[in-house]
């Protein structure tokens, strides 16, 4: 059992930064491969970064790559979303979700993000 808490959302700037983290209960998280996804109002939860257990494989969406970086201190339970040079398209409340072998099935309650122009 997993339970994830994101935090490190707010309202910024276009062309500025925020770092999302998401933490994690449990003693089994570095067992875990971790995702963010987004979901803006009216439109489906979308992939954005993911990260494998042991932080050795990292994967992005093409609308961030280059833009967000993943990361994970297992020790500390938690996973990162480094956010820069964003956009008023990445407002979204963003998720982070915890699985194995492609089933994602711990969720955390998600924490909003706001770009302004």
């Known amino acids: 059992q997993v339970q994830l808490v994101e935090s490190g959302g707010g309202l910024v700037q276009a062309g500025g930064s925020l770092r999302l983290s998401c933490a994690a209960s449990?003693?089994?998280?570095?067992?875990?491969?971790i995702r963010w996804f987004r979901q803006a109002p009216g439109k489906e939860r979308v992939f954005v970064a993911g990260?494998?257990?042991?932080?050795?494989?990292?994967y992005y969406a093409g609308s961030v790559k280059g833009r967000f970086t993943i990361s994970r201190d297992n020790a500390k339970n938690t996973v990162y979303l480094q956010m820069n040079s964003l956009k008023p398209e990445d407002t979204s409340v963003y998720y982070c979700?915890?699985?194995?072998?492609?089933?994602?099935?711990?969720w955390g309650q998600g924490t909003q993000v706001t770009v302004s122009s």
């Open positions: 979700a915890a699985g194995r072998r492609d089933i994602y099935n711990y």
């Open positions: 449990g003693r089994t998280f570095s067992t875990y491969d």
């Open positions: 990260i494998s257990f042991s932080g050795g494989s990292t």
